[in-house]
């Protein structure tokens, strides 16, 4: 609970909210990376949210901000888990500036000085990336691909695709939680139509029943636990994972149960 109200927080603090991702950057911390106003991303940086791998889902506000991204890049990022790496992190539009990580300790301190506002502190340590985006000539792929209704279809289309970029991230999707692979897609669907208050409760009550979930427990002993890096999936394929099941990880929780009415 308390993580979802710091992000609402996040988002509507009077004061200028910034973050300086220098380094890894995954999961939770990832989502909350970016929700503010300005985030700084580093050569060090490396972005992902590979949540399906342990039966849970982007969370930290990525229901927002993921479906926000151009040519369905929020859906390949959260389904896949793709790392982002240093520029890309800006290129993708999850960072607002770029700066060489042996400047940070300067643009801290620049920024606790006040001398200048927040915007002219920023402007003058960001550096121009001179190079273009790792992914720029997948991304008409990534948007065939997974603007599929379903994630059924988005597996089909994947299947058909015999370029090797095809081939890798039907595999990698073959890995993951057949269970989170749909609740992803739904949560995305709903996001890009959703307020970030109201992303922030969805992301409370999938967090609460994720995990109360046999995947998300079978997903941290095969990842974390026993690292044995073989999960058995429950239901283990998509087609037996049904629609009730699904959208029971979206229901209200009862009672107190809900997310307290501090967002704003």
């Known amino acids: 609970m308390y993580e979802h109200l710091s992000n609402n927080l996040v988002v509507t603090y009077g004061t200028p909210y910034i973050t300086i991702i220098d ?6 911390t990832a989502g909350t990376a970016v929700l503010g106003q300005y985030s700084v991303a580093t050569e060090r940086t490396v972005f992902a949210m590979p949540e399906a791998q342990i039966g849970f889902f ?10 926000r991204l151009r040519k369905h890049l929020g859906w390949y990022l959260a389904l ?3 790392k982002l790496k240093g520029p890309d992190v800006v290129k993708a539009g999850l960072a607002t500036h770029y700066c060489d990580s042996k400047n940070v300790p300067d643009l801290e301190q620049a920024l606790l000085t006040k001398d200048s506002s927040v915007e002219e502190v920023l402007k003058k340590f960001n550096k121009v990336i001179d190079t273009d985006f790792s992914m720029e000539s997948l991304l008409d792929q990534i948007d065939y691909c997974f603007s599929g209704e379903t994630i059924e279809e988005v597996v089909a289309r994947l299947s058909s695709d015999d370029s090797e970029w095809g081939k890798k991230t039907l595999n990698i999707l073959n890995r993951m939680s057949p269970t989170s692979l ?8 709903m996001g890009k139509k959703l307020s970030k208050k109201e992303c922030f409760l969805m992301e409370y009550r999938l967090a609460i029943n ?11 002993r095969a990842l974390l636990m026993e690292r044995d890096a073989k999960p058995k999936w429950d239901p283990p394929t998509l087609s037996q994972v049904s629609d009730e099941y699904v959208e029971s990880f979206f229901r209200e929780m009862p009672g107190e149960e809900e997310l307290r009415a501090e967002l704003t």
């Not at 982007?58 to 479906?67: E, I, R, V, W």
């Not at 609740?183 to 669907?189: H, N, S, T, V, Y």
């Open 80 to 82: 896949t888990g793709q």
């Open 210 to 220: 994720c995990l109360n979930s046999k995947d998300f427990r079978e997903g941290i």
């Open 58 to 67: 982007p969370d930290g506000g990525c229901s927002y901000s993921f479906p």
């Open 23 to 28: 380094g890894l950057t995954m999961g939770s």
């Open 182 to 189: 749909k609740i992803i897609f739904r949560e995305l669907a």
